[in-house]
Structures are given as C-alpha cells and as structure tokens.
C-alpha cells in the first residue's frame, strides 16, 4: 500500500535533488526523505505520502520505526556526503548537519544555501573575534536567505560566489553607512556607486578570489574622491592585497 510515491537515483547532484522534492512547487503531503538499496544494489532516495511502514509506524510497530528510522539515517548520509562533495568536506560539520534527523524536502534547498554560505566564510577567512562574530552572523544569516532565492539550477559554484559577493557587499555597505552617516545625500551616492561596482566584479581578475582584500578596497575607493569605476577598484584591491601580504 503506497501513494505518490517520489524517487531519484542516488547518484543524482543535490540540484536534482532539491528539484524533485522542492517544497517551494508542492507543499502538500509528508515530505521526510528516505533512502534505501535494493538487492542489485541500486540506492535510491525518496518520499511516501503514505504507506504501510509509516501506517504501522503511527500504529506503535517498533520494526517499522526502525526502518524509517534506518532509511532516513541513509538518506541524510547520502545528503552529507554530497554536501561535502560539492561545497567542501568541512562544510558538513560546520552546518551541522549530521544533526538534523527529520530531513524534509525543503531542506535540502536551505542546506544549500547554508552550504554555499558556510563555504563563503571558510574560502573568505572572515574573522571570528568576539567583537565581529555577532555582526558576522548576521550577514551570513541575510546571505543564506540571499542564496535561497537562487533559481534551482544554479551551481555550486555559483552560490558561493553569489554568497562571498552578498556578503561582501553587505559589509563595506554597514561601514560606508558609519562613514557618511552625516552625509545622506552622499551616502546614497555611495551606496548606489557600491552596487555598480559589485555588478563589475564579476568580470574582473578578482571575481575567482573574492577576500576581505576585496572589502578593503572597496571601502578605501569609495571613501575616497577617485572616481569610482572597475579599474580605480582592482587598483584599490591590488594594494590592499599588497598589505595584508606585508602584515602575514
């Protein structure tokens, strides 16, 4: 006895994943992942709205707890290993997400971006003084809901980017703010001048590497009265990179 059930092949990359089960198109129903392997040794991930495990399950069976149990064990090994696969091996620990027990549709969207952004952080070495790390968490929570917004399809690679970048953006944003907080019109200015020079990023040699050098040289460019286009910026960055050589 079973109803609309939902399977992929486990070797399938978690955009595929996410896209079967994604809760952002159907939010009716059960939507606990399960996986199981079967005598030829094909894995597959799935869901059941319903079906006699989980009907004798509600019924108090212990063997069908257990089976649930087992296979959503499995399923979130296989979700970990592919977050670590793509994001990075540390990223797994660092979301935690070996803890998360009740996998559901949903979160196999959120988790990447809490990959994507957890990658950010380590790639980006942000700094985690207690005088930072309340400010940190917060621009990392808004970059998680940043990347979530991402089409399905997007890459891994394009979500730690879209992350950094986010993130990035929002920092030398908070400062300027500080900076020209007596200043409105020119904050504005500046404001809009940061968000064309993010735009510019993407096309110049640093959008591969995008660091707290990145930061410096954005903030030092429009605290400046250089005019602020791509080339000023990569001079900016270049000699902000050139001190924090000197200073490692």
């Known amino acids: 006895m079973s109803w609309n059930k939902t399977s992929i092949a486990s070797t399938a990359s978690l955009n595929q994943i996410a896209q079967t089960f994604s809760l952002k198109r159907n939010v009716a129903g059960s939507h606990h992942l399960r996986a199981k392997t079967d005598s030829e040794g094909h894995t597959v991930i799935y869901q059941k709205h319903f079906s006699t495990t989980k009907f004798l399950a509600i019924l108090g069976s212990a063997d069908a707890k257990a089976t649930i149990r087992k296979q959503r064990q499995l399923a979130n090994h296989l979700l970990s290993e592919k977050v670590g696969n793509e994001y990075g091996s540390g990223t797994v620990d660092h979301i935690q997400l070996r803890g998360h027990a ?41 970059a998680r809901d940043h990347v979530y917004q991402l089409p399905p399809e997007a890459s891994a690679g394009r979500r730690i980017y879209e992350a950094k970048l986010f993130i990035i953006r929002t920092i030398v944003e908070d400062g300027l703010s500080f900076h020209f907080r007596h200043q409105p019109e020119t904050l504005k200015k500046k404001l809009s001048e940061l968000n064309s020079l993010c735009t510019s990023l993407q096309y110049s040699p640093f959008a591969q590497s995008l660091d707290l050098t990145v930061v410096a040289g954005l903030s ?7 005019n602020p286009v791509i080339h000023q910026l990569e001079t900016h960055i270049a000699n902000a990179r050139q001190g924090h050589g000197a200073r490692s």
């Open 102 to 142: 009740p996998l559901r549709g949903y979160q196999v969207e959120a988790m990447q971006a809490h990959a994507a952004v957890a990658a950010a952080v380590d790639q980006m070495e942000l700094p985690q003084r207690n005088a930072d790390k309340d400010f940190i968490d917060r621009v990392c929570e808004m």
């Open 220 to 226: 030092s460019l429009l605290k400046s009265d250089e």
